[in-house]
């Protein structure tokens, strides 16, 4: 089951694109956008990853830090980040422990076959970890303003 607003994220860490380790308790204090998306250098998922990372700045301005979760390996993940020159930061959940425990591993279909997966979707937390907005079933087109937006409005 998924997290629903109200609350409390799961505290993790996992390795980053970028070599250090991603600490959810390290952003204490602060808002938080997490995202989890599939599999990295896709379409959906490489449009994503540049919009958030084309307003990097403006959720910077609300003290707010941006990461990025698949299964993907940390070195793929920096390959991914490299290729498109992208400013959030990537984590790697690659036995899935993080997406099980936000509730985001379920079950798709594709062309009438079920399959178990990755959803696509996004959680703004509070400075206390209190998931304050969830987004599910995430298409892609305007998302990144469409979170920025209500980061500001949390802000």
Do not use: N
């Not at 919009?51 to 403006?58: E, K, Q």
């Not at 830090?65 to 698949?70: K, L, R």
Request: with cysteine; proline share 4%; glycine share 10%.
């Amino acid at each position: 089951m998924s997290l629903k607003p109200g609350d409390i994220a799961p505290d993790f860490t996992l390795p980053g694109g970028d070599g250090t380790d991603i600490t959810l308790s390290a952003f204490a204090g602060k808002p938080v956008v997490v995202y989890f998306y599939p599999k990295d250098d896709t379409p959906g998922c490489t449009t994503e990853a540049i919009d958030f990372s084309a307003r990097i700045a403006d959720f910077a301005a609300l003290g707010c830090t941006v990461i990025g979760i698949s299964k993907d390996t940390a070195a793929k993940h920096a390959k991914f980040a490299a290729k498109h020159d992208l400013k959030v930061q990537l984590a790697a959940d690659v036995d899935g422990k993080v997406i099980e425990a936000w509730g985001v591993w379920i079950e798709k279909k594709l062309y009438g076959r079920a399959y178990m997966g990755i959803e696509r979707a996004t959680f703004l937390l509070d400075g206390d970890r209190k998931v304050r907005e969830v987004w599910h079933s995430v298409k892609v087109k305007g998302h990144a303003d469409a979170v920025l937006e209500t980061a500001k409005a949390l802000a």
